[in-house]
């Protein structure tokens, strides 16, 4: 079984998502939004980026 998104509306009616592994744990929680579809949008960006996105060291962060 694959991993997978879930959206969520919360009391202000606003959106995110939250991306889970296969076995149910949660590997990003996403900003908000203000809509579904921006949300979505920002679920296919983050499809079509991942495989090419590289690890690099965030500034100040301890070596």
Known sequence: MPGKFEVHQDKA???RFT???ATGEV???SEVF???E???KSIEAVRKN??????VEA???AS
């Open 50 to 55: 991942a495989p090419y996105a590289k690890l």
């Open 13 to 15: 009616q606003e959106f």
């Open 34 to 36: 203000e809509s579904r």
């Open 38 to 40: 921006a949300c979505e």
């Open 59 to 61: 500034a100040g962060s």
């Open 19 to 21: 991306l889970k592994s």
């Open 27 to 29: 590997i990003a929680l």
